[in-house]
């Protein structure tokens, strides 16, 4: 017996929309998935290979969302970032059993935002009422989970999941590092924004600013008044061996750039940026956190090699544990791993 429709609500992202529905078209093919799109993007952007509407204003179409809802047998929702979507929720709240949230980080750590004006309190207000109600939370973080039990009540049903091909891990052809390169890359952060805390580990940098090395600083996306202002101190304490990275860069251009570094430095105060971690520790490379944000018990639980933000040096990677990380990175992000993780959830 053929079951119902699942319906997928998702804000407009594109490097995360498009493969996903590639995903679901290449494995789940049945007829079931419809998409609800919204935000700066049209119709014609959508495949034609996928049920999918475009709502660029979801407060406009408050009809036809609800009607999708109630219809749906399953509501996933990509990302709570959407007030609007928070109100229609919180105003039917008996569709809340059988949605199931897909924490993107953001949505989540809003609860910590540094200026708690009365939007903030408006908006936590009505993230309260739903993320409590809620029947199913997914992620493949736990500790995500386990912050949306301590700072919102939630009580729904844990399914671990990769959720998205960006954190799968992918095997690329990438060019070598020719032997007489000596120079040691870095990789700060990966966007502009705040929570990456760059000019803290520019700080602790300053010990090794006399040494051989570069220091790349994804600041293509995010804020650029905080953006401008990591580039100067940069430029101030490290010179031109301070590297930013302004322009946006091909999927297949950043990961050769990728490949070239040594070191990567994510001094996040939250879960963020994981698809570049998973890539970075399958291509072999020292990778650095805060050991106080979830990811850093995902991989101490999965029994990859991390370090602590709090203890930096410069030396480079044991070949043991280089070996291992990348054993275990290809084990536990794989194809495979997510189709099986996302078929236990559209059948359960």
């Not at 700066?40 to 999918?52: F, G, K, Y």
């Not at 940069?234 to 322009?247: A, V």
Request: glycine content about 6%; aromatic content about 12%.
């Amino acid at each position: 017996m053929k079951q119902g429709k699942i319906l997928h609500i998702v804000g407009w992202d594109k490097k995360f929309v498009l493969p996903f529905m590639s995903l679901i078209h290449k494995h789940f093919d049945d007829g079931r998935h419809q998409f609800i799109v919204y935000g700066l993007v049209e119709q014609h952007e959508m495949p034609a290979t996928v049920d999918a509407v475009v709502y660029r204003r979801l407060q406009k179409h408050i009809y036809g969302l609800s009607k999708a809802m109630y219809q749906a047998e399953k509501i996933i929702i990509h990302g709570l970032s959407s007030s609007h979507l928070r109100y229609i929720l919180s105003l039917q709240p008996w569709l809340l059993k059988k949605c199931y949230w897909v924490i993107w980080g953001g949505d989540l750590y809003a609860h910590l935002a540094p200026n708690q004006n009365s939007k903030w309190k408006k908006d936590e207000f009505f993230r309260h009422r739903v993320i409590k109600r809620l029947g199913h939370l997914i992620t493949y973080v736990e500790g995500d989970v386990e912050l949306a039990r301590q700072w919102y009540g939630a009580i729904g049903q844990y399914h671990e999941c990769l959720m998205y091909p960006s954190n799968i891990y992918q095997e690329h052809l990438l060019p070598a590092r020719p032997d007489t390169d000596r120079c040691i890359n870095l990789l700060l952060g990966n966007s502009a924004y705040p929570s990456n805390n760059h000019l803290e580990i520019l700080e602790r940098l300053l010990p090794f600013r006399d040494q051989n090395i570069a220091i790349y600083t994804p600041l293509s996306y995010g804020k650029k008044d905080y953006a401008a202002k990591v580039i100067a101190t940069g430029h101030q304490l490290f010179g031109d061996k301070f590297k930013p990275l302004t322009e946006f860069m091909p999927l297949e251009q950043y990961l050769a750039l990728l490949s070239t570094i040594d070191i990567a430095i994510f001094n996040h105060n939250r879960q963020q940026g994981m698809g570049n971690l998973i890539n970075l520790l399958g291509l072999g490379k020292k990778v650095y956190l805060r050991s106080d944000v979830t990811p850093w018990k995902l991989f101490e639980r999965l029994g990859i090699q991390i370090y602590d933000t709090a203890r930096l040096d410069l030396s480079p990677i044991a070949p043991a544990i280089r070996d291992r990380n990348q054993t275990l990175i290809r084990q536990h992000f794989s194809e495979e791993r997510l189709v099986a993780q996302l078929k236990a959830i559209f059948e359960s």
